[in-house]
């Protein structure tokens, strides 16, 4: 019985222990500047801080298409501020972005020009975009999404709760678990034709016409 009781305890430690850890996202505001040959569209979009959204497009033109995200981090109870951000790897010449205060990015935001620049160490908000131009019969796909699982692509924006140390509260200390990581894509396809195979797929029917090939010559042989 004591040991039940023990092993209660410390589950329930255990358990305290990592939800004190827990990261929370908080959402301030999201929004999405639409610049198209119909029109501009500004407006806020229904996102939870975590997750993806995506907008199509057919008319052919010239299009600026970006996204705004503020997003507030916070783990250990620490309060949500101060932030650290940063890139990593190499973006697509069409993707532009900029990281920092809010304010400070919220002008270029709103005219479309993003400045590819990253300051942090208070609030950080990130905004990114993609420019592009349509044919006739060609429709887009654009995509923007915040994750805390590591991306897998060429390219990322990295969102990172801090604490100030004590005693002069001078120094940042990137905390454990507490990253999230932006990402978007743009997917541009011509209308009617036949998607490309991957290489995946060239392989699997390479190594088909082998093992035929090796069947038929054996029953030569027989």
């Known amino acids: ?16 222990a990592t939800s004190a850890q827990a990261l929370v996202v908080s959402n301030s505001s999201t929004y999405l500047n639409e610049i198209t040959p119909s029109g501009d569209a500004l407006g806020p979009e229904v996102f939870a801080g975590l997750g993806t959204f995506s907008r199509s497009y057919s008319a052919a033109g010239s299009y600026n298409i970006l ?18 951000a940063g ?7 069409r993707f532009s ?8 990015i919220a002008g ?3 005219a479309g020009s993003l400045d590819n620049s990253v300051t942090s160490g208070g609030d950080v908000a990130v905004a990114m975009g993609w420019r592009f131009d349509l044919l006739a019969g060609q429709t887009a796909q654009v995509s923007f999404g915040a994750s805390d699982i590591l991306p897998l692509g060429p390219g990322y924006i990295w969102h990172h709760d801090a604490v100030l140390l004590e005693p002069d509260f001078q120094q940042l200390e990137l905390l454990p678990d ?4 932006y990402v978007s ?13 991957e290489p995946s797929t060239f392989i699997l029917f390479g190594s088909a016409f082998s093992i035929f090939a090796i069947y038929a010559r054996k029953r030569k042989k027989i």
């Not at 972005?97 to 400070?104: I, T």
């Not at 894509?185 to 195979?197: C, F, H, K, M, Q």
Request: hydrophobic share 45%.
């Open 87 to 93: 890139t990593q790897g190499s973006f697509d010449d």
């Open 185 to 197: 894509s743009l997917r541009i396809e011509d209308a009617g034709t036949n998607p490309v195979p």
């Open 1 to 16: 019985m004591k040991k039940m009781i023990t092993l209660m305890i410390c589950t329930l430690l255990l358990l305290a």
């Open 67 to 84: 996204a705004f995200i503020d997003n507030d981090l916070d783990v250990q109870l620490t309060g949500f501020y101060p932030e650290m």
């Open 97 to 104: 972005y900029q990281v920092g205060d809010p304010f400070d």
């Open 108 to 110: 270029n935001f709103l």
């Open 178 to 181: 507490s990253i999230i990581y």
